[in-house]
């Protein structure tokens, strides 16, 4: 597989940005040892070591959970670590989410200590995949009650995990008692 070129992209509109929709996934919630799927050899054209073609499988009753960020709060970035010869990726996910309730402080503070799958929308439509088998993604939060002048008012989830970032192209299996927003 050979790169023939990595001109200047004139066909596809690249927009800067996430939508709204974030969805997470515990490890555990895929069916053990098959459920949680990965790019598959051989790889023919340039970018499919990093394509999940095939759907992720779930254990009955779960799925992915939707999280909402405030639009235009959402980054990803991805940096190099480690030392020459010796390097691997970090991408990392900030996402603000509205509101400071009982029930937004118990989700993030239940998920504290979890193993994650996350998939990310770009504004093209793609989804980035955070996290894969043995090296999950960690999600991290904070929260702030804004002023009464102005400022936030919400939680701030940093997702990180040491790997790359995958892009899934499979079917999106919703947690059954979560109906997504049709606007995400």
Avoid at 106 to 118: A, P, T
Avoid at 128 to 154: C, H, K, P, T
Avoid at 163 to 182: C, L, N, S
Wanted: proline residues 6%; without cysteine.
């Amino acid at each position: 597989m050979g790169f023939e070129s990595l001109k200047k992209n004139k066909i596809r509109d690249n927009a800067p940005g996430l939508r709204k929709n974030i969805l997470i996934a515990e490890r555990d919630w895929f069916v053990a040892n098959t459920g949680l799927k990965a790019p598959v050899a051989p790889f023919t054209n340039p970018g499919d070591s990093l394509r999940i073609t095939e759907s992720h499988e779930f254990v009955e009753g779960f799925g992915f959970v939707p999280f909402h960020s405030t639009l235009a709060t959402a980054e990803l970035t991805a940096e190099n670590v480690g030392e020459r010869e010796s390097r691997t990726n970090n991408p990392s996910l900030v996402a603000q989410h509205p509101g400071l309730t009982a029930e937004i402080v118990e989700f993030f503070q239940s998920r504290k200590n979890g193993d994650w799958i996350v998939l990310q929308q770009t504004l093209a439509g793609e989804w980035i995949q955070m996290g894969e088998d043995g090296l999950e993604a960690e999600v991290m939060f904070s929260f702030g009650s804004g002023r009464v002048d102005g400022g936030y008012q919400g939680v701030t989830a940093t997702i990180s995990n040491y790997g790359k970032p995958y892009f899934y192209e499979g079917d999106i299996v919703y947690h059954p008692a979560v109906v997504p927003d049709p606007e995400v």
